[in-house]
T-cell receptor, first 114, second 113 residues
């Protein structure tokens, strides 16, 4: 069983479109995250949710809207896609917010905006 | 703010060579330190971690020691294999209990037979 699963794995879309990426974890974790990996492989956090409550929103354009319907799911909706949104988006989860807690990552969604 | 700096890659080694990937950090408080590995086309996997000064994390022949005095967490392996070829990320948990990971820029390792 996949611990953190994202769909789709690949997403190619035109500028201006709206798209969503879904994430589910079956680890029973309380905390979920979205990270963005750019073309140079640099990883940066975008959002985190703890028990469905938004904890971190890292100066991400408001075209990006996360939604957590329950603790096991964290979806990412992106409006009016731009070329610069092309990246790999990783969902992750962790048991909680403690500094010692490790995160478990999904396989990533490679978004290409053309 | 908190930050992580890794040595520039790519690193190219022959099989059975000794590996060191340097990682230094800047942080307030007492972060936990991690090494994650990303194999081609895959997500990140935790390789090892250390949660306090002088702790040594180890896994699959890789080791790293949390050195507070030098603010470092260098990754080492005595004998690399072709299957170790991947991108390695050093990371720390940011200040405050948010679970946020701050990553270094990643180091690509290529091991040749």
């Amino acid at each position: 069983d996949t611990a953190v699963s994202q769909t789709p794995k690949y997403l190619v879309t035109q500028m201006g479109n709206d798209k969503s990426i879904k994430c589910e974890q079956n680890l029973g974790h309380d905390t979920m995250y979205w990270y963005k990996q750019d073309s140079k492989k640099f990883l940066k956090i975008m959002f985190s949710y703890n028990n469905k409550e938004l904890i971190i929103n890292e100066t991400v354009p408001n075209r990006f809207s996360p939604k957590s319907p329950d603790k096991a799911h964290l979806n990412l909706h992106i409006n009016s896609l731009e070329l610069g949104d092309s990246a790999v988006y990783f969902c992750a989860s962790s048991p909680g917010l403690l500094q010692s807690t490790e995160a478990f990552f999904g396989q990533g969604t490679r978004l290409t905006v053309v | 703010g908190d930050s992580v700096t890794q040595m520039e890659g790519p690193v190219t080694l022959s099989e059975e060579a000794f590996l060191t990937i340097n990682c230094t950090y800047t942080a307030t408080g007492y972060p936990s330190l991690f090494w994650y590995v990303q194999y081609p086309g895959e997500g990140l996997q935790l390789l090892l971690k250390a949660t306090k000064a002088d702790d040594k994390g180890s896994n699959k022949g890789f080791e790293a020691t949390y050195r507070k005095e030098t603010t470092s967490f260098h990754l080492e392996k005595g004998s690399v294999q072709v299957s170790d070829s991947a991108v390695y990320f050093c990371a720390l948990t940011g200040s405050g209990n948010t679970g946020k990971l701050i990553f270094g820029q990643g180091t690509t390792l290529q091991v040749k037979p």
